[in-house]
C-alpha cells in the first residue's frame, strides 16, 4: 500500500500547530507564530507561512489541510493556497475558516453546536458536513464574547477607569504596563493587540474569588451564551468548546451553561488531535 502524508495546520491568534501525518501516524511537528488572516495583512500571513515551511520536513505531500480564522471569500481562500502551493511540494490543498476546523474536531460527521474560546470566539450549527448556521463573532471589538481578549478588554477598561478594586490594581501595576500611554499604545498600536489582551486572562483568573472578578468573568460568559449560543437549538443538540481558554475555565462554564440549559459535549482544548483523526478516517 502506498503511504499517504498529509500536513495538518491548525493555527489562532497565538500560535499555528502543523503536524506531518503519514499513514495516519503523526511522524513531525512544527509550531510557529500564530497567523490570522483577519488580523494581518496577507503580506505577513505569506512570511509566517515560509517560515513554518522551512523547519518542517521537506517532502512531498498528497495532501495540506490548513484551518485558519478569517477564511472568509473565495479570493482569501485562493490566496492561501497559493500560497502553500508555492512554499510546499504538494497534490491537494484544502484551506478552510478555523470554524469548520473546530466543528470537525468537536462533532466529526454528527451534528452539534460548536463554540470556540480561546483568545477570539465563535460558534455555530454543523450539521454533519457543513456549518449550517453560524451565528457572526463580530471579532474582539464588535464580539467575541466568552473569548480571552474580550475578558481581557472589558478588565483593562475597567482599570483606565478607575473601576478596578485598589488590591487587584496594584498588583496589576506590578507584574504588567500600567501607565494609560502605555496601554493605549498596545492596544492601538499592537501588530496583535488581541493577543495581549487576551495574555491578561492569567493574572485575572487569579483573583476570580474576589467578588468583583467573579461578576466580571461570569458575566462574560453568560454574554456568550445569551447573545450566540441561545440563538441555536441547545435544547437538541449539545454543545462541543473549542480552545485553551474555554478548557481553563471549565469549572466555570460548566454551571453557567447548565444553569441555560446547554448541554456539553466535550471540552477540547487543542483541535488537531481530533483533526489529525477526522483527517486519517
Known sequence: MDMKRML????????????????GRQTARVLSEGINVSTMPMDAVESRIRKAALELPEAEYDEIHFYMAGVATP?????????????????????????TGAARAACGHEPGIVAIMGTGSNSCYWDGQKIALHVKSGG???????????????????????????????????RFPSGYPEIVELVYHNSDPSAWLGSLCPFILSFYEHPYIKKLVDSHIQAFVDRSLKQYDIAKYPVG??????????DIIRPIFEDSGIRIRAFIPDPIEELIRYHSR
Open 8 to 23: 495538518i495546520c491548525e493555527s489562532g491568534a497565538t500560535k499555528a500547530d502543523w503536524r506531518v501525518v503519514e499513514n
Open 75 to 99: 479570493p482569501i481562500r485562493s490566496a492561501i493556497e497559493n500560497i502553500l502551493k508555492r512554499d510546499f511540494k504538494v497534490s491537494e490543498v484544502e484551506v478552510q475558516n478555523d470554524l
Open 140 to 174: 474582539f471589538i464588535l464580539g467575541d464574547d466568552g473569548s480571552a481578549s474580550v475578558l481581557g478588554r472589558i478588565f483593562i477598561s475597567d482599570f483606565i477607569k478607575g473601576l478596578v478594586p485598589a488590591e487587584i490594581a496594584e498588583e496589576y501595576s506590578k
Open 241 to 250: 468548546i473549542i480552545g485553551g481558554f474555554g478548557n481553563a475555565l471549565k
